[in-house]
């Protein structure tokens, strides 16, 4: 396991949007689960399957909680899910990645535009949402397939 990332943000510590925080690039602030957090992309990139074709992982479909959804894929063995854990991050979920789209299209993080990337939520047991961020596409693609997850941290905002 990596070192200890940060857990929780002040609020009046909050930098602008595209600044450093918590290893990474803070790009968004949301309400997850009654919470204002905050999220921030780290530098890493995984690439891996999302996981196996036609098995149903039933703590992975949030559309929101991404966190949540990268526990339950790696419980059930996701090789990119252990490896965003250890570095005390998490796969986007499909709200997170739509946060992401937005804060690249203001030029606030750079994410590759030549591959699609992985989000945590499932779609179906044979299918799981990725999103292409050279034009924001959001779609769903077969688990096995190897695709790019780029982790993010989210803190909650004290």
């Known amino acids: 396991m990596t070192e200890h990332a940060q857990q929780s943000v002040a609020a009046a510590d909050l930098p602008e949007r595209g600044q450093p925080l918590a290893g990474g ?31 149903d992982v039933a703590g992975a479909k949030s559309l929101s909680d991404g966190a949540a959804n990268t526990r339950a894929m790696a419980e059930a063995g996701n090789d990119i899910a252990v490896k965003a854990l250890e570095l005390d991050a998490h796969i986007p979920s499909y709200l997170e990645g739509a ?10 993080v750079t994410l590759r535009e030549d591959r699609w990337h992985w989000l945590s939520s ?37």
């Open 25 to 55: 690039t803070f790009f968004a602030r949301y309400w997850l689960n009654g919470e204002e957090r905050a999220l921030v992309l780290l530098d890493n990139e995984l690439i891996g399957s999302w996981g196996k074709y036609g098995e």
């Open 99 to 108: 946060l992401l789209m937005a804060a690249k299209s203001e030029g606030l």
């Open 122 to 158: 499932q779609f179906s047991a044979d299918l799981a949402y990725t999103m292409d961020f050279e034009d924001g596409w959001l779609d769903n693609d077969f688990k096995s397939l190897e695709r790019v997850a780029r982790p993010v941290r989210s803190l909650p905002i004290q």
